[in-house]
């Protein structure tokens, strides 16, 4: 009997990439509409949802704590708020399948309640750390268990109230920012986050188009307890991390003119923009305006030779979810890519390093992983097979690499793509790609 790990991509090698499309809504920033939308007071319209795993994950456990949500239906949500005290406890665990950002975010939510939870995941998740939520949480008097390794499940307990804190955290994280701003409504007083490197900033700009002020200084971001949120209509723009993989795609394959409509351009999630910039790559931004408090723009991207680079380290929060396409430009880029400081890859869905660097090898690339990054040698590769290690951003990466392949790819345990990106295959077909699902 077949199983969901054996769903894989088959792609043929060759080809380009015209037209237009519009990729799925900002994982992202769906989570927080969600999130939002269900602890502020009033009725909040969501279009432009993200109908992936992740998200379903998020709403699922929002309705088990007793909010009254409509949808999906063709990326429209209605979600019926019960206001900041309003949740109630759930009858079971609250399983968020393998999306990080529900645990992690649901963890600051879920800290300040007067009723206990336990957040479960499936075994990707179950792996991942979540020490770096939980310790300073518990600092603002949450009580939460973890295993002995600082994972999975999370047995939140019951407290009467949290106390606001100054953070800095060690590494830099949207995660862990997002976490506490959430906890920091439960908290009386002031709660304040420092962040040592510029991160996505949507939690700031969702929290102020419901309401609720969130104060900037540097890059210290404050918010004060106590307040309400206020519900409200949100456009959720097409998110940068799913477009990515077709920028990276035009821009490697001759021949390519393809236009990504209604992309979420946030200041803070640009680095690959702004990396396949300093590459060389031909993407120009029409049409700008905004929807919810997010930039959006269309996105024209032509084939163009690529240069390998030292990526800065700047740029690394700014695109940390985009590097497996990214590792595909630097591999059909003239010269050497290098990326320091990017420690983060591995503990995403995988160890991004370590698989894309047996992928990319595997195809015949040449490839040094270290411990914080990797060095590729561009200058083209053949086919073959190559392991997802489960991560969807890591197959439809190697999807995309097809494009200048010299021989068929074979990616194995494609299913969790549906998780960021569904449909993928079928619009990725659509623009040019020869991909086929097929089932081991």
Known sequence: MSTASDLGFQVRPGGRLRGRLRVPGDKSISHRAVMLGAIADGVTRIS????????????????????????????????????????????????????????????????????ATTLVGDPSLSKRPMRRVTEPLERMGAR???????????????????????????VASAQVKSCLLLAGLYAKGETCVTEPTLTRDHTERMLAAFGHPVRRAGSRICITGGGRLSACRLDIPGDISSAAFFLVGASIAPGSDLTLEHVGVNPTRIGVLNILHAMGADIRLTNPRNAGGEPVADVRVRSAPLQGIVIPRDQVPLAIDEFPALFIAAACARGETLLTGAEELRVKESDRIRVMAEGLAALGVAVEPRADGIRIRGGGYGGGRVDSGGDHRVAMAFAIAALRAGAPIKVRDCAHVNTSFPGFAALAAGVGLGIEERRA
Do not use: K, W
């Not at 709403?59 to 209605?78: H, N, Q, S, Y």
């Open 48 to 115: 432009g949802f993200l109908e992936g795993a992740d998200n379903l994950a998020t709403l699922g456990a929002f309705r088990a704590m007793g909010v009254p949500i409509e949808g999906p239906e063709v990326g429209r949500v209605r979600i019926a708020g019960v206001g900041l005290r309003g949740l109630r406890a759930p009858r079971s665990d609250l399983d968020l399948g393998n999306s990080g950002t529900s645990m992690r975010l649901l963890a600051g939510l879920l800290a300040g309640q007067r009723f």
């Open 144 to 170: 939460i268990e973890t295993t002995d390794p600082g994972t999975a499940p999370l047995q939140i307990a019951p407290v009467a109230g949290l106390r606001p804190i100054s953070y800095a955290p060690p």
